[in-house]
């Protein structure tokens, strides 16, 4: 079975420092890896995602992800955080016929 | 606009009071599901549809049914509600590739049965 594991239910970074969400997965064949935000009372929305190719993947608003084969991570990360980043960020991992998302790890940049 | 529409987005009924929360894409996608977000738990798939009159149970479909005559539309059927299906519904669809593509949600429906 799939499985995709997000550590962190929350994490906290002062504005302009980097941040790292952390997301590892488990699924059978080859892995696609996606990251959604969710904003308070929005349905989620895409950032990127990882399906073949380079390890870096870049997606929206200045986000990136890192696809680590052999620790079986695809942890989301941007340089410089901003305020109106605050939100809640799922990972997710496409297997057979299916999507599996994680739990989620709120994000709260601090002024 | 691509949109996945959802009606109503906020809903409180009582048990046993059969309820259906509409779907619906204009995006010609082939792939529809229904997730319920509840804190901890995150998203857990309840059904899928892979094209019209195609469905399958996720990880928690009892207590729910679903149908997909039309590929636009894929309702959410809660035939005798219980207040432990008080929950965030959402809905969403994505194209060929299915679990390789990116998924287009709708707003979300909250659900409380009383």
């Known amino acids: 079975a799939q499985s995709v594991a997000q550590p962190e239910d929350q994490v906290n970074v002062a504005e302009g420092n980097p941040l790292t969400v952390k997301c590892t997965y488990s699924?059978?064949?080859?892995?696609?890896l996606f990251w959604y935000v969710q904003y308070p009372n929005r349905g989620l929305q895409f950032l990127l995602k990882?399906?073949?190719?380079?390890?870096l993947v870049k997606g929206s608003y200045g986000f990136e992800a890192e696809f680590n084969k052999s620790q079986t991570s695809f942890h989301l990360k941007k340089p410089s955080a901003l305020v109106s980043d605050s939100a809640l960020y799922f990972c997710?991992?496409?297997?057979?016929?299916?999507?599996?998302f994680g739990i989620g790890t709120k994000l709260q940049v601090i002024p | 606009e691509a949109q996945v529409t959802q009606n109503p987005r906020y809903l409180i009924t009582v048990t046993g009071k059969k309820l259906t929360v509409t779907c619906s894409q204009n995006?010609?996608?082939?792939?529809m599901s229904w997730y319920r977000q509840d804190p901890g738990l995150g998203l857990r798939q309840i059904y899928y549809?892979?094209?019209?009159?195609?469905?399958d149970k996720g990880d928690v479909p009892e207590g729910y049914k679903v149908s997909r005559k039309e590929k636009r539309n894929f309702p959410l059927i809660l035939e005798s509600p219980s207040p432990n299906q008080t929950s965030l519904y959402f809905c969403?669809?994505?194209?060929?590739?299915?679990?390789?593509?990116?998924?287009?949600f709708g707003q979300g429906t909250r659900l409380t049965v009383v």
């Open positions: 995006m010609n996608h082939e792939y």
């Open positions: 969403a669809s994505s194209g060929t590739g299915y679990v390789r593509t990116e998924a287009f």
């Open positions: 990882y399906i073949t190719g380079d390890n």
């Open positions: 699924v059978s064949g080859n892995p696609y």
């Open positions: 997710a991992v496409g297997g057979y016929q299916k999507v599996t």
């Open positions: 549809s892979m094209n019209v009159e195609v469905t």
